[in-house]
């Protein structure tokens, strides 16, 4: 349904008719998911997959239907990975700035 750019820390590619399918209340559900999956792979800087929740390789019909009533969680793991990845993306950054682009310009963020 998409993919992110992990080593890279800034693309996602995201098929929206992937995710196009189903009752509205599933689409919204299922789009959040597969924006924070992979949101969350920029954040952490590798290709890495849990064997439940929302960092899960492959949601099943299970998963799918669950997420509509309680988001899937994130396993421990999960967590830590998101915290080392942004100090490393800090320390390449110089010393926790934070930067973004605009056109050309590469801008501070505060």
Do not use: C
Not at 69 to 95: M, S
């Amino acid at each position: 349904m998409a993919y992110a750019f992990p080593y890279e820390g800034v693309h996602i590619e995201v098929f929206y008719d992937r995710i196009d399918y189903g009752a509205p209340d599933v689409r919204t559900a299922l789009l959040a998911h597969v924006l924070v999956h992979e949101i969350t792979h920029i954040l952490q800087g590798v290709s890495r997959h849990s064997d439940n929740g929302v960092m899960k390789a492959r949601w099943d019909a299970s998963d799918r239907a669950g997420m509509v009533r309680i988001p899937l969680a994130f396993e421990p793991q999960d967590v830590v990975l998101i915290h080392e990845g942004l100090k490393a993306r800090a320390a390449r950054q110089g010393q926790g700035t934070l930067l973004a682009r605009d056109n050309a310009q590469t801008l501070p963020i505060a």
